[in-house]
């Protein structure tokens, strides 16, 4: 099977933009989270989704939203970017919900 | 607070030689998982090992080993005759099916 997948690889953004970053999940596997990981952070958990449904989110700013459609794709959408929001985001998918496979991660840089 | 907690932001090992990583977690829940996921520099995070919370067995993964005390809230990852290719930030993480907690990693350097 193919592994997780996240499109684009790398962006460069300036403040104030947004941002779509994308994530197809392993065939089968219908969860989906998005992890922010930065150099003084670690991972921080930004969201969960089942079957197109928000499980559960993490504590960021509304700014931050996913969505995941019915094929268990997911997008991740990050409005009015700020510096801080320089870092290589995660996405992992799961299927007994019991261990999460991760993709290579898009790095953002917000100038 | 569901915390995880690793101690040791740096380690270094002597190739062939064996070494511990330590994790402590927080949690109220009952029946969860335990993982050591590991990440080299510039590469994809890979699911090392992996533990469930109700088995009392510790889990073995070729030279990767675990020692999971679950009182004490505790497991550690041992990795015996270590390889250039194990250097590599770990990460110990516990999760149930929603939510997964990850620690802030031990980065490891392996020396010739």
């Known amino acids: 099977k193919a592994g997780v997948t996240q499109t684009p690889r790398y962006l460069i953004k300036t403040r104030g933009q947004q941002v779509t970053l994308s994530c197809s999940p392993i065939?089968?596997?219908?969860?989906v989270s998005w992890y922010q990981q930065t150099p003084g952070q670690g991972l921080q958990f930004l969201f969960e989704?089942?079957?197109?449904?928000?499980?559960n989110k993490g504590n960021f700013p509304g700014r931050f939203s996913g969505r995941q459609f019915s094929n268990s794709r997911s997008e991740m959408n990050v409005s009015t970017l700020e510096l801080g929001d320089s870092a290589l985001y995660l996405c992992?998918?799961?299927?007994?919900?019991?261990?999460?496979?991760f993709g290579p991660g898009t790095r953002l840089l917000v100038l | 607070a569901q915390t995880v907690t690793q101690s040791q932001p740096e380690m270094s090992v002597q190739e062939a030689e064996t070494v511990t990583l330590s994790c402590t977690y927080d949690?109220?829940?009952?029946?969860?998982?335990l993982f050591w996921y590991k990440q080299p520099p510039s590469r994809q995070m890979i699911l090392v090992i992996r533990?469930?919370?109700?088995?009392?067995q510790n889990a073995t993964e070729n030279r990767f080993s675990v020692n999971f005390q679950k009182a004490a809230k505790s497991f550690s990852l041992k990795i015996s005759d270590s390889q250039l290719g194990d250097a590599a930030m770990y990460f110990c993480?516990?999760?149930?099916?929603?939510?997964?907690?990850f620690g802030t990693g031990t980065s490891l350097t392996v020396i010739p």
């Open positions: 993480a516990w999760g149930t099916g929603n939510q997964f907690y």
């Open positions: 949690t109220s829940e009952s029946d969860y998982y």
């Open positions: 989704y089942f079957s197109e449904t928000q499980r």
């Open positions: 992992a998918s799961g299927s007994h919900q019991e261990t999460q496979y």
């Open positions: 065939s089968g596997h219908r969860s």
């Open positions: 533990q469930e919370a109700y088995k009392q």
